[in-house]
């Protein structure tokens, strides 16, 4: 991840050591805009490589431009500190959106809390809801998996082996059902059997097809859903943030959960998503674990970013 930045740090520092002359203008060591300018295109084009949305890159850049600009470099200094101090800022300041604390959210709606998770196919939003049904689980909380994703016999069968693992009743009916009764069926349940929690599967649609769509935002006026989850790939690169923006859209959603990141080779859906849609991301999957889902935090994805690109 982000090793195409590295090798354009690498680069930068090398120019500062040996180019002194031809880096920096000639009031006391300040960089030069010229260079500056220089810099900045090669950060534009690695962002831009490693799939990090153009108007994301807009800002990025921007803002670090602001960092750097007029700032004292001398040969004693290492050039790609205050470079690599500069660029944390600023994708910083690019994934900072308001924050959500999921649980003390949980914790303070009305019982049932009903949580409805869309996504297109193959984005480990099953697993994801398994994973979320478990830190429930650990914060004393109780809860109900609706599979109304009846789309796919095996996304049915996939949660009712998650939920006879973890103890959670999986709320179900045959393949082809109406996903807004099963919704309906496990508010329900959860009513009569004072559970805490609703977590609503839903198939995994093309953000195109409309009539799925239509069939999501029948889920959404039977069950109420007080929190509603886009669950995203993170390999997807720049086609998750457009899916993002198409289900906002269409059926609108809270805020995201990003799996596969542990496997992300570029991170540029990390760092686009929730400047794109203005959402928070809750929580990014880190393993196929129950417990591998972690608290989304700015500064662990920068800090995590540049110590690979240290590696």
């Not at 949980?106 to 409805?116: F, G, L, R, S």
Request: aromatic share 6%; charged share 25%.
């Amino acid at each position: 991840m982000f090793k195409l930045l590295r090798e354009k740090l690498t680069g930068w520092r090398t120019k500062a050591d040996t180019a002194p002359a031809e880096m920096f203008s000639e009031s006391g060591g300040r960089i030069s805009e010229g260079k500056l300018e220089e810099v900045l295109y090669d950060l534009e084009m690695a962002l831009l490589e490693s799939d990090v949305a153009l108007p994301v890159v807009k800002e990025i850049v921007d803002t670090f431009a602001e960092n750097i600009k007029g700032k004292r470099i001398t040969k004693k200094v290492e050039f790609d500190v205050a470079v690599r101090e500069g660029l944390k800022r600023a994708i910083e300041k690019a994934l900072s959106v308001d924050k959500i604390d999921f649980f003390d959210f949980v914790k303070n709606a009305p019982k049932p809390t009903v949580i409805m998770f869309v996504g297109v196919n193959g984005t480990g939003k099953t697993t994801a809801i398994a994973k979320i049904a478990h830190a429930l689980q650990q914060h004393g909380l109780s809860c109900v998996i609706a599979a109304a994703d009846t789309f796919r016999a095996g996304a049915i069968e996939q949660l009712e082996l998650h939920g006879e693992k973890l103890g959670v009743k999986v709320i179900a009916h045959k393949a082809g059902s109406d996903p807004a009764a099963v919704a309906y069926d496990a508010v329900e349940h959860a009513k009569a059997r004072h559970r805490d929690v609703v977590l609503i599967d839903t198939a995994g649609r093309m953000q195109t097809n409309l009539n799925l769509m239509e069939q999501m935002k029948k889920i959404r006026r039977v069950a109420s859903p007080s929190m509603t989850i886009f669950v995203g790939d993170a390999l997807a690169g720049n086609d998750v943030v457009e899916q993002a923006k198409k289900f906002q859209e269409a059926v609108g959603f809270d805020a995201a959960i990003l799996a596969k990141i542990d496997a992300d080779a570029k991170g540029g859906a990390a760092l686009s998503i929730a400047h794109t849609v203005g959402k928070p991301i809750l929580f990014v999957g880190t393993g196929q674990g129950y417990e591998d889902l972690q608290a989304f935090d700015a500064r662990w994805l920068v800090d995590r970013l540049f110590a690979e690109a240290s590696s």
